[in-house]
């Protein structure tokens, strides 16, 4: 099945049989797989086996990125792509050993207990505690990609607002729409023609949409041009309106809107929060 989200399978007991991009593998107690947003799985016990699953919202997976890494980010628009290239392996077996999972197994065991229970507001902070417990564990054997990135000034932007969210396999439509947006952001999309690429009604395509990704198919398309806006604005002298329009948004006025809305700031004023750079002819570096 595919999730929108992040998901961490530790085995408890037994061993099995998984499939994922890394192709057909065997695990047993002390492993875990780490499965990336959008990325198939499935498992073959070969006897009994018990597993204990984490999903992670992938927002809030990236907030912590940011966070992490805010001495060489430019803002929260920039967590995207840095995951992207940092984890770059879309599945991964992660051999932790029978004794660091067993450091790990009294903490799953309390974070399920506290799932089950249900008080996720009551009890948020030591969920957290628990969660960087576990990914403290687990870090040292995640493989990242070395990619080299030149520290940039932090920008007091407003992160994403967060997204209401339904931990379910994604309908196929659903998938296809959302891949339909990324290929072609600038497009002037209407839900109509949305629907019809994926042969569903309006009102079935914005149901199952926002099931699977806690948005609707319109805001889903202003959050990627806000992005992609970002990204020119940061990288490119290209005036805001000819960003605005080379994402899809005709009016200067419309982009500008857009932007506050998710960033907390104007266009102009993110653009002037960007790093300065200056060349230095002795070395053939550039300083940000």
């Known amino acids: 099945m595919v999730y929108d989200c992040l998901k961490l399978v530790f085995v408890r007991s037994g061993s099995a049989i998984v499939f994922s991009e890394f192709g057909h593998q065997p695990v047993s107690v002390g492993d875990a797989v780490l499965i990336g947003p959008n990325v198939l ?54 051999r932790l050993g029978q004794d660091r999972a067993g450091m790990v197994t009294p903490w799953l065991d309390e974070m399920v207990a506290l799932s089950i229970q249900g008080s996720f507001p009551q009890r948020f902070n030591r969920l957290q505690v628990l969660w960087f ?28 607002l967060p997204r209401t969210r339904r931990f379910a396999p994604l ?38 949409f926002a099931e699977a990704f806690g948005k609707t198919p319109i805001a889903y398309l202003t959050m990627l041009r806000v992005q992609e806006m970002a990204r020119l604005l940061r990288e490119t002298d290209l005036p805001v309106a000819a960003a605005g329009r080379r994402v899809g948004w005709s009016s200067r006025s419309r982009a500008t809107e857009a932007f506050i809305e ?4 104007s266009p ?19 300083v940000r």
Not at 66 to 92: C, M, N
Not at 136 to 157: K, N
Not at 262 to 265: D, Q
Not at 278 to 284: A, I, K
């Open 171 to 208: 309908r196929r439509e659903a998938m296809l729409a959302r891949e339909a947006l990324h290929e072609n952001v600038a497009h002037p999309w209407t839900l109509g023609e949305l629907a019809e690429t994926v042969r569903l009604s309006p009102q079935q395509l914005t149901r199952v």
């Open 133 to 160: 417990a576990v990914m403290d564990v687990l870090a040292p054997h995640i493989r990242i990609s070395p990619v080299r990135l030149t520290p940039l000034q932090r920008a007091r932007s407003r992160p994403v």
């Open 262 to 265: 998710h960033t907390g700031l």
């Open 268 to 286: 102009s004023r993110y653009r002037a929060m960007r790093p300065v750079t200056t060349d230095h002819p002795e070395n053939g570096t550039v």
């Open 41 to 94: 799985f499935s498992a073959e016990p070969e006897d009994l086996v018990t597993l204990t699953a984490i999903y992670v919202d992938t927002d809030f997976a990236l907030d912590q990125l940011f966070w992490q890494h805010s001495t060489i980010l430019h803002d929260r628009l920039d967590a995207q792509g840095f995951a992207e290239k940092v984890y770059s392996e879309p599945a991964q077996i992660l």
